[in-house]
């Protein structure tokens, strides 16, 4: 079961809006997450984000810088940027969206 977290031990479950991009050349690559409004937010304030955790059955892709987006003093969406320097870390992440859109009814489109 492929499942993110911003704290380990409790799931997200705002899927975030993904946005890819690849080198020409392909050894490298970015993917953006955008989460407006997530749970981890939207809690009484005792579980602190520690990073993101992409986790499934080959293990976890640990991103560790999380932006905050604050409006009028509140919290409103999270953001990480995953930097892929390899193609191995560009399939190993693609395997894991791929489990994670097909457990959560996503799709991809290129724009």
């Known amino acids: 079961m ?4 911003f704290a380990r031990g409790i799931e997200e479950t705002v899927v975030p809006d993904v946005r890819l991009t690849r080198a020409k ?3 490298s690559g970015t993917a953006t997450f955008v989460f407006n409004n997530p749970d981890i937010l939207a809690q ?5 984000v520690t990073g993101l955790y992409l986790i499934d059955e080959e ?3 640990v991103i560790p810088g999380v932006q905050g987006k604050f409006v ?9 940027i995953y930097v892929m320097k390899s193609n191995e870390e560009w399939d ?3 395997r894991f969206m791929n489990r994670y859109a097909e457990e959560n009814g996503l799709g991809l489109s290129k724009s």
């Open 2 to 5: 492929a499942k993110i977290q």
């Open 92 to 94: 190993r992440f693609m």
């Open 44 to 48: 009484d304030g005792t579980d602190e």
């Open 59 to 61: 293990g976890e892709i």
């Open 25 to 27: 050349q392909g050894e």
């Open 72 to 80: 009028n003093g509140k919290p409103e969406s999270l953001e990480a």
